[in-house]
């Protein structure tokens, strides 16, 4: 059974820092692709990042994060980082992990930046 649980939100000013964690189990961790996705009120959602397996670990990011946000892989921890720097009002949002080619998803970690 695959279990992904996100952690590592929370409320922090604009410019400041967080570090997301979403760890997998019950799948072969490094062979997978994994997505962050960001769900704000009233918006679409949007994938943020994606992480390719090992060996690749290639990283994608959308542009509205490009350059602030950086995703990174442990596989001896079954964990992906999202490390958020920079941060702006409009990057709050609910932050989920999935596992891009079964689909499976976590609940997500909230992420609210304000003054």
């Known amino acids: 059974q695959v279990q992904i649980v996100e952690s590592g939100g929370g409320s922090v000013q604009p410019g400041g820092s967080l570090r997301l964690s979403c760890e997998v189990s019950g799948i072969a961790f490094d062979r997978i692709f994994i997505e962050w996705h960001r769900q704000a009120p009233e918006k679409q959602r949007e994938v943020v990042a994606t992480i390719a397996p090992t060996p690749l670990d290639t990283a994608v990011y959308a542009d509205s994060v490009e350059g602030r946000f950086t995703i990174s892989r442990d596989n001896a921890k079954n964990t992906v980082y999202l490390q958020m720097t920079q941060l702006e009002t409009e990057d709050t949002a609910n932050y989920c992990c999935?596992?891009?080619?079964?689909?499976?998803w976590g609940q997500g970690t909230q992420v609210t930046v304000s003054a």
């Open positions: 999935r596992v891009r080619d079964n689909d499976y």
